[in-house]
């Protein structure tokens, strides 16, 4: 008589190029550290082959994904079941194979974003005063649903180019204030929480020179580049005495949702799991 194995539970990773995702890291060190018989893969996937690879992974034992750059808009399209907050941001990031054969898109940035926030500086109150947001981009959009979210009174944006930060504005509501990304210094004057969103001051990407003359000491200041972990940005508004959050545990967070849907456990994001994908 054989005896029949439930199937082991594949999630993974689909991007190009995906070679410099920290996903696999760390969904590989969680699955580990609670003992869950489940892989967890990276998987390079040109746009041209993105609607037939989602038809077949569930097949093959996948039971979901995390989506990233340049898939996050397009799957949207081809998901058959979108959740509210993924069709405001105009993005997914975590995709779920339905036992009824349906995918479902999500996203979790933003509830990533604010989870970060709240373990990294619990003192942090979003209503004391206007955000200031820079760059307008995929990310952007789901911080300033999430700001809205936790009661931010005012969001001011400021992009390179000022149509995709109109954009934001067109779509979230009288809440966001558009700003020239030349005048981005004066924005940050009062600003209670200023983010970056943008890939400046990213390693290998252009230096982020904005000067913070006019940042309050009073403000939180976060990063979403996590390479380097201290970014100059954060280094310079450390200095200014502000309490500064780097951009790290919001993928720690963004990705809890997923794995726990995935693999039915809720995992935790501490000092241990940061330093699993730090050493990665």
Not at 154 to 165: G, K, L, S, W, Y
Request: charge should be neutral; proline fraction near 6%.
């Amino acid at each position: 008589m054989t005896t029949s194995h439930p199937r082991i539970p594949l999630a993974g990773v689909i991007g190009s190029p995906i070679a410099h995702s920290r996903s696999p890291a760390l969904h590989g060190y969680w699955l580990r550290r609670y003992g869950i018989a489940g892989f967890y893969i990276p998987m390079d996937v040109a746009q041209a082959d993105l609607r037939d690879v989602l038809h077949c992974l569930p097949k093959q034992g996948f039971v979901g994904l995390n989506v990233t750059i340049p898939h996050k808009e397009t799957v949207l399209a081809i998901a058959d079941v979108v959740t509210d907050r993924a069709a405001l941001i105009g993005a997914a990031n975590t995709l779920l194979f339905r036992k009824d054969g349906r995918i479902q898109a999500d996203n979790t940035d933003g509830a990533g974003f604010v989870a970060n926030l709240r373990q990294h500086a619990p003192h942090w109150q979003p209503a004391s005063g206007p955000a200031a947001v820079l760059g307008a981009g995929g990310a952007a959009r789901a911080v300033v649903a999430a700001l809205i979210e936790v009661g931010v009174p005012e969001i001011r944006i400021a992009n390179r180019t000022r149509p995709r930060a109109e954009a934001l504005r067109n779509d979230f509501g009288a809440k966001v204030v558009v700003h020239d990304w030349v005048q981005a210094s004066n924005m940050i004057e009062g600003a209670a929480t200023v983010v970056n969103t943008t890939a400046l001051g990213m390693t290998g990407k252009p230096d982020f020179r904005l000067p913070l003359d006019a940042l309050s000491p009073a403000a939180l200041v976060t990063d979403l580049v996590y390479t380097p972990l201290k970014t100059q940005f954060l280094i310079e508004a450390e200095a200014r005495g502000c309490h500064v959050v780097d951009g790290l545990g919001m993928l720690l967070h963004q990705a809890a949702p997923g794995f726990e849907r995935w693999f039915g456990h809720r995992p935790e994001v501490d000092e241990a799991t940061r330093r699993a994908v730090l050493g990665a």
